[in-house]
């Protein structure tokens, strides 16, 4: 008698933890239940990937989908339909909403949101501040919680936390890895003169290195004076890789498309406000910088900081423009092409976008293709060469700083616990998304 699946994937090449294999993959109860020869088997559907990639699903742990309060530049609904069109199986969802999300009930707030109408799993932090210390630790064991994040520079309402007391604080009352954003808030109240009206390359000006490398150097010495692990978001600087580099007994590193991509101050030029973000782009040297400890191993994770806002907001003179661009439809493509460059490998970007968040954040059943975890795959044609257009991202904003890149690797499919989500550049099947399972918030299983 032969074997049957809900699904079969066949004929693709499979990026596995041994490696790159021509196999079969066989998809029972939304989980992967074998790997291998299944010629013989039978599955309610049939998925030809002949000549196509299937990676692990593709996990984006750092989008801004920005509701509530926020929905004229994304929502819930079209920042999932944004990610599974560009590949994503998976997001993590930052608090600087309006309000913030920073008590339980927000917490809920957003999962019940999310139900319904996000095509793709999700998570969501908690965000800390001077006044909900308390509230933590209960909010990083809510399932559907990544973690908590910490903004040490100043971001959206009262989500910052600049003083070395304040981050000491958050650090004692949780237990799991802290997400944060490592900008001294001290030294950019002190530069914030130096902005030129009108000017954008004068962003990484205010933003400098120091203001960076200061931050973080501050946070290693608080993590490793409470022993607990955090996680620095969007690296840029040259300095800081070199002091994460000895650091790996607490901290993680995550960086990002952008920042590997986008060159000051050419992009400022070409971008004006579009190039806009924080931490910034940076010249030259800190991007090669940012590409050798990448292929170091001393970057864990990459996400998108998918961050957008309106072409009207963007369009008011620096230093009024507001900081942040979309990139959770372009990461996969952006990334795909640096790989068919030679500037890191496949098994690397797997490493960095399935694994990576695997291994970091602690995934129940996610990050790899191997039996008994979900079903998530990242389907793509590495040969493929498409332009990146403003009119296919389909982010609320109606833009992306990579209009006009040509990209040669390309998404064609996202399969989401062994359902289609997206299929050749189409969404299939809506709302179906789940929040994802951590280890450290299982809930005890009834026996």
């Not at 008698?1 to 790159?20: A, H, W």
């Not at 590997?260 to 030029?269: I, K, M, N, R, S």
């Not at 291994?359 to 389907?379: M, Q, S």
Request: hydrophobic share 40%.
């Amino acid at each position: 008698m032969s074997k049957t699946f809900d699904l079969i994937l066949r004929g693709g090449t499979v990026v596995t933890p041994g490696g790159e294999a021509r196999v079969d993959i066989g998809v029972r109860a939304e989980r992967i239940a074998e790997i291998g020869d299944l010629s013989a088997a039978s599955a309610g559907e049939t998925y030809d990937a002949t000549g196509l990639h299937i990676l692990p699903g593709v996990i984006d742990s750092q989008v801004h989908f920005r509701e509530p309060g926020l929905e004229w530049k994304e929502d819930l609904e079209s920042g999932a339909r944004s990610a599974a069109l560009g590949g994503v199986v998976a997001v993590f969802e930052m608090p600087n909403t309006n309000p913030s999300t920073t008590s339980p009930e927000m917490l809920a707030d957003k999962l019940k949101r999310a139900k319904g109408r996000m095509d793709i799993d999700h998570a969501f932090y908690a965000g800390a501040t001077h006044d909900n210390v308390g509230l933590l630790a209960e909010m990083e064991r809510t399932q559907g919680c990544c973690g908590v994040k910490v903004f040490m520079g100043a971001s959206t309402g009262d989500l910052l936390v600049h003083d070395d007391e304040g981050v000491e604080a958050v650090l004692r009352a949780i237990k799991r890895r802290a997400a944060f954003h490592s900008e001294d808030e001290y030294r950019l109240a002190e530069r914030r003169e130096l902005a030129v009206t009108g000017d954008w390359t004068s962003h990484p000006v205010v933003r400098d290195v120091e203001t960076a490398v200061m931050s973080t150097r501050r946070l290693l010495n608080l993590a490793r004076k409470v022993g607990k692990r955090i996680h620095v978001l969007h690296i840029t600087t040259a300095q800081e890789l070199e002091m994460l580099r000895d650091a790996k007994d607490v901290a993680s590193v995550e960086c990002l498309p952008q920042h590997l991509t986008l060159v000051a101050p050419e992009a400022y030029q070409r971008l004006k406000g579009y190039a806009q973000m924080n931490p910034p782009i940076r010249e030259q040297r800190h991007v090669d910088a940012l590409w050798r400890a990448l292929n170091a191993g001393i970057v864990d994770v990459m996400g998108s900081d998918h961050a957008p806002h309106s072409i009207e907001e963007k369009a008011r003179p620096y230093p009024a423009s507001p900081s942040g661009m979309p990139g959770v439809q372009t990461m996969v493509p952006v990334m795909l092409t640096h790989v068919n460059n030679g500037k890191l490998s496949l098994q690397r970007f797997v490493e960095l976008t399935s694994a990576g968040p695997q291994r970091v954040f602690g995934l129940a059943d996610k990050g790899r293709i191997a039996e008994g975890y979900h079903a998530d795959f990242t389907v793509v044609d590495l040969k493929r060469k498409e332009t990146i257009t403003k009119e296919w991202s389909k982010s609320k904003c109606g833009w992306t700083p990579f209009d006009g890149f040509e990209a040669t690797g390309w998404p064609v499919a996202t399969i989401v616990r062994g359902g289609f989500v997206m299929r050749d550049g189409e969404i299939v099947a809506k709302g179906g998304g789940k929040p994802v399972r951590f280890n450290e918030t299982l809930e005890p299983a009834e026996v």
